[in-house]
């Protein structure tokens, strides 16, 4: 059975707080990894996809990376219009759906 | 372009009702899937759609919920004689296919049943 875990559940860092979110899987044959920021009372905005270890994403203020057990969602820097929560999400090889962790919640303070 | 878009935005039922949610995906997006996002259980898989072919519906939790999708297209998904343990974010998200992996996601309907 795929598992995703998040952690920590939740992170309060100061504006410029540079941190991490971490993301471990387990899944029978990884098709990808995805990232998505969830803001209050709104469905899930896509991120990034990552597809093979070693690989790095990045947009804005965020990097994405993975290893074979693991990703990682580096936040430089942050700023207050950065606080959502942020999930993770696998794919299999052999599967439609996404499973999801249970999103690490982000608060910048300014 | 416009994004996979969902009705009602809000729906408060009493128990034993039926309800029927709506989901509009991305135009030319011909996978479509709905998912439940609950408090204390994230985000959970329910039904998928991938043109013509059967859909997927090992996320279903009960024969209580049943899907549609017609003309490839729009999808309706109905939850017969709801509990109060169906209130929930009811999410649809849609893919341009399966092997284009990335899902894209409307903005949920909240279901409160009472």
């Known amino acids: 059975e795929d598992q995703v875990t998040q952690s920590p559940e939740a992170l309060r860092l100061q504006e410029g707080e540079s941190s991490s979110l971490n993301c471990s899987y387990t899944?029978?044959?990884?098709?990808?990894l995805f990232w998505y920021r969830q803001d209050p009372g709104k469905g899930p905005e896509f991120l990034f996809t990552?597809?093979?270890a070693g690989e790095e994403k990045e947009k804005e203020r965020l990097k994405a990376t993975l290893t074979k057990k693991e990703s990682f969602l580096h936040i430089t820097a942050p700023k207050p219009e950065d606080s959502a929560t942020y999930l993770c999400?696998?794919?299999?090889?052999?599967?439609?759906?996404?499973?999801f962790g249970g999103g690490t919640r982000l608060m910048v303070k300014p | 372009g416009a994004g996979v878009s969902q009705s009602p935005s809000n729906k408060v039922t009493e128990k034993g009702k039926d309800v029927e949610l709506r989901c509009d995906p991305i135009s030319g997006h011909t996978a479509l899937y709905w998912y439940r996002q609950s408090l204390g259980q994230g985000l959970e898989f329910l039904i998928y759609?991938?043109?013509?072919?059967?859909?997927?519906k090992s996320g279903l939790p009960s024969d209580r919920f049943s899907a549609e999708r017609t003309g490839g297209s729009v999808s309706t998904l109905t939850i017969q004689r709801t509990q109060q343990e169906d209130s929930a974010v009811y999410l649809c998200a849609s893919s341009l296919g399966l092997a284009v992996e990335t899902q894209y996601f409307g903005p949920g309907t909240r279901l409160l049943v009472l």
């Open positions: 759609f991938q043109g013509n072919s059967a859909p997927d």
């Open positions: 899944v029978s044959g990884l098709r990808g």
């Open positions: 999400a696998v794919r299999p090889n052999a599967g439609n759906m996404l499973t």
């Open positions: 990552l597809y093979s």
